[in-house]
């Protein structure tokens, strides 16, 4: 709206006289036709536009900001008001798109971990209407495993629970039958196969190719033949080398956290000082009720949680710290009262067996048995957890070049070692680009 002063049909006039002066014509011809019909169809489309050609180095390809390895979050905040909805977006890094074996263990993957997803997250735990999982596939760039929750819950707490099922899915890859197995390789084989029922169909798939600049017309072809070659091992393996952050060398994930205005939402102190459990488990608190707890107390009752507490000994401990009375004024014994009752009702609301309180605890709990069993202390010195080794004893994450460039821009590094952004823009400055796709086919020229 700010531009539309300096529009004038002077101006106007000019940018039509010149939008037209260099051209790259792309186009698909599709139906009843032969090939000098298309040519001739290109040469009308040239004739009539009148321009020269536009040169090679004048051309815009479609790129994709390539992320350094660790994982990046970006908070926003929902531009509704009366949006009780929080969102979680996680894209996984899932290998490159020109690697036509592992893009099709990324579509097998991908059906794989579809319907547990969903049943887990949103039939079992009723975490939010909007939950599914799917694969992005970038032209020249990154394959992304993508996971999505829409929910009322705090995003902070949407998170962990996303992280908990990808941390647990592997003993699900690991335990399926090959029966089972099989089931999903012929139901991704089915997909493949289908027949196009139109010409619109036919077009559309054909002018992806050509749009992408891969021109991989047999696709299709190579990825059932690359099926037929995948077995149970190769997907664990993919899921041990991308997915699973445990193993991952260069685990790469992007989350976009979209919080509701509705919810408390973390400082960039907090965000810096608190884990995100300790974050997730003060929003579950004060979604049942709790007054404003702090998260100072929070993170301090977190962190006193060791590998024997167990689920119920750490909710009646929490209950018993919401409990501790404080002295009241005659004059405050009405507001007193009232405050006792809704406590009343907040305890008895986290004590049911579906609580978030309760999943969050035990989230706490399995977080602190792992730091214990990896030789690390449950407690952190001056809120900086360092990033855990991983499986082949490399950690993963930054160099410290990039780790400054970040910290520079005001990107925030949390205890998870997981670094925070807000302003989007900026932090995409800091990212090189892929480079332009390179055809999969010699391309032969016939137009003149």
Request: with cysteine.
């Amino acid at each position: 709206l700010s531009a539309f002063p300096l529009v004038s049909k002077q101006r106007l006039q000019k940018f039509i006289g010149s939008l037209f002066e260099q051209t790259r014509v792309l186009m698909i011809v599709m139906g009843n036709f032969v090939e000098q019909d298309a040519l001739d169809m290109a040469d009308t489309v040239i004739k009539v536009l009148g321009s020269m050609p536009l040169p090679d180095y004048a051309r815009q390809w479609s790129r994709v900001l390539l992320h350094n390895p660790g994982s990046y979050v970006h908070h926003a905040t929902m531009p509704e008001d009366g949006n009780v909805n929080s969102s979680i977006d996680v894209s996984i890094y899932s290998g490159l798109t020109q690697n036509d074996w592992e893009r099709v263990v990324l579509d097998l993957t991908s059906i794989i971990i579809q319907e547990p997803f969903f049943d887990q997250l949103r039939t079992k735990e009723q975490l939010g209407y909007i939950t599914y999982s799917s694969d992005r596939k970038y032209n020249d760039g990154y394959m992304t495993l993508r996971l999505l929750v829409q929910s009322e819950a705090n995003p902070a707490y949407i998170s962990q629970r996303i992280n908990h099922f990808v941390r647990g899915f592997r003993k699900r890859l690991v335990d399926m039958t090959q029966e089972e197995f099989e089931r999903y390789v012929n139901s991704l084989k089915v997909r493949r196969e289908e027949k196009l029922k139109n010409l619109y169909g036919e077009t559309s798939r054909y002018w992806t190719h050509v749009c992408s600049g891969y021109y991989l017309f047999d696709k299709i072809d190579r990825d059932i033949a690359n099926l037929a070659t995948i077995g149970k091992d190769d997907v664990v393996a993919f899921w041990d080398k991308y997915i699973n952050p445990e193993t991952a060398p260069s685990f790469t994930a992007l989350t976009a956290a979209i919080w509701s205005t509705k919810i408390a939402q973390p400082s960039e102190a907090d965000l810096a000082q608190y884990p995100e459990i300790s974050i997730a488990l003060r929003g579950c608190l004060m979604r049942d009720g709790i007054k404003e707890p702090t998260l100072e107390s929070v993170d301090a009752f977190v962190q006193s949680l060791t590998p024997a507490s167990t689920e119920d000994s750490a909710l009646a401990q929490l209950i018993q710290s919401l409990c501790q009375p404080a002295a009241v004024s005659v004059d405050d014994a009405d507001t007193s009262a009232t405050a006792t009752s809704d406590l009343t009702k907040a305890i008895e609301k986290i004590s049911e067996p579906a609580s978030y309180v309760r999943t969050a605890l035990s989230m706490a709990i399995e977080q602190a048995q792992a730091r214990t069993s990896r030789g690390h202390p449950a407690a952190t010195c001056n809120g900086d957890l360092q990033r855990l080794p991983l499986a082949n004893g490399k950690t993963g994450g930054l160099t410290t070049g990039a780790q400054s460039s970040l910290a520079n821009i005001g990107v925030i590094k949390t205890p998870d070692n997981t670094w925070v952004f807000r302003e989007a823009s900026t932090f995409k400055a800091t990212l090189c680009q892929s480079g332009a796709p390179v055809p999969t086919r010699p391309l032969v020229p016939k137009f003149k």
